[in-house]
DNA sequence: AGCTGTACCTGCAGGC
DNA sequence: TGCCTGCAGGTACAGC
């Protein structure tokens, strides 16, 4: 589900709710999600936490908790922490429950389990897979158009290269594919081919379609809601992705679809070169 | 080094 | 209704 913009959106609704709660106890429904520590000692290591912020890193998000600790979390294809103001009923696809002092909950459910959590200490976070791996954050200074340029002078397939977290931080396949169309440019071109002209327009898309997404509060296509159980209006907006067959907004052509990085990718095979 | 295929999971839509 | 196939926002890993 969620790619920058969903868990960006997912960290503001969280943050108006449940900043400065204190965590009374956790409940381990499905074990499989939960990647360190073990069971028994992630239940007893949150317990008592206050949780003093939450920070999005690429597609990770991070409950900065008291005494050091922190809780990542990566909500995989279907993940959703949902947050309520009393205890909640649940179903077979919620599988870790965080009860606050004042009895209202965290919930996280995952239709698929792939995503993963972690309760680690400020010491110990570089050990999350993929999280200090992480290229710069799209939004932020670091990541310059001089940086862009550079990285493109790899030799990857531009979707391939966007797609790579160790590149920039929070891209997925929909706005992989919303941005290559934007920018005019095809899904299978070598990134070092690209023309400084096209390196900037590039560039500039990816600051241009974030800002929309989260925007409108993120892209809801299957499951994706906030931590207020919210939908995202972004879907409204989209060019391309899954408009397989359907015309294409500026010519007309019927909207294609490839298989690239194992990922289904959808263009314009006339506007996109 | 880069890329493909596959694995991990479950549900849903579409074809017959 | 049921069965089958393909597809789905993610990442990791083996192997070419």
Redesign the pocket.
């Known amino acids: 589900?969620?790619?920058l913009p969903?868990v960006e959106t997912i960290k503001e609704s969280l943050k108006a709710k449940i900043l400065f709660k204190k965590v009374k106890e956790a409940d381990i429904l499905c074990e499989?999600l939960i990647k360190y520590p073990e069971k028994p000692d992630f239940i007893k290591n949150i317990k008592d936490k206050k949780i003093k912020n939450l920070q999005r890193k690429?597609?990770f998000l991070i409950l900065k908790l008291s005494h050091n600790y922190n809780l990542v979390v990566?909500?995989?294809?279907?993940g959703q922490l949902l947050y309520f103001n009393s205890h909640q009923s649940f179903d077979?696809?919620t599988h870790v429950l965080f009860n606050f002092e004042d009895s209202s909950q965290l919930q996280y459910n995952d239709?698929?389990?792939?995503g993963a959590l972690w309760l680690v200490s400020d010491g110990w976070l570089r050990f999350v897979?993929?999280l200090s791996e992480l290229g710069p954050e799209p939004l932020k200074k670091e990541f310059s158009l001089e940086y862009f340029q550079k990285a493109l002078n790899?030799?990857?397939?531009i979707k391939?290269?966007l797609?790579n977290?160790k590149n920039l931080a929070g891209?997925?396949?929909?706005y992989v594919d919303e941005i290559l169309f934007r920018a005019e440019i095809h899904p299978r071109r070598?990134s070092s081919e690209l023309s400084d002209l096209e390196r900037e327009k590039l560039y500039y898309t990816i600051l241009e379609v974030l800002g929309e997404a989260i925007k409108a509060r993120?892209?809801?296509?299957?499951?994706?809601m906030d931590g207020n159980s919210q939908k995202?209006e972004f879907?409204r907006h989209l060019k391309v992705?899954?408009r397989l067959g359907n015309p294409c907004y500026n010519c007309e052509t019927p909207v294609e679809?490839i298989?690239?990085?194992?990922?289904?990718t959808?263009f314009c095979p006339k506007c996109q070169h």
């Open positions: 589900m969620p790619e969903e499989k690429g597609k990566h909500l995989g294809m279907t077979k696809h239709v698929r389990k792939f897979p993929g790899k030799k990857s397939i391939y290269l797609l977290q891209l997925g396949n929909i070598p993120g892209t809801s296509v299957v499951n994706y995202g879907q992705y899954k679809r298989v690239l990085a194992g990922r289904g959808y």
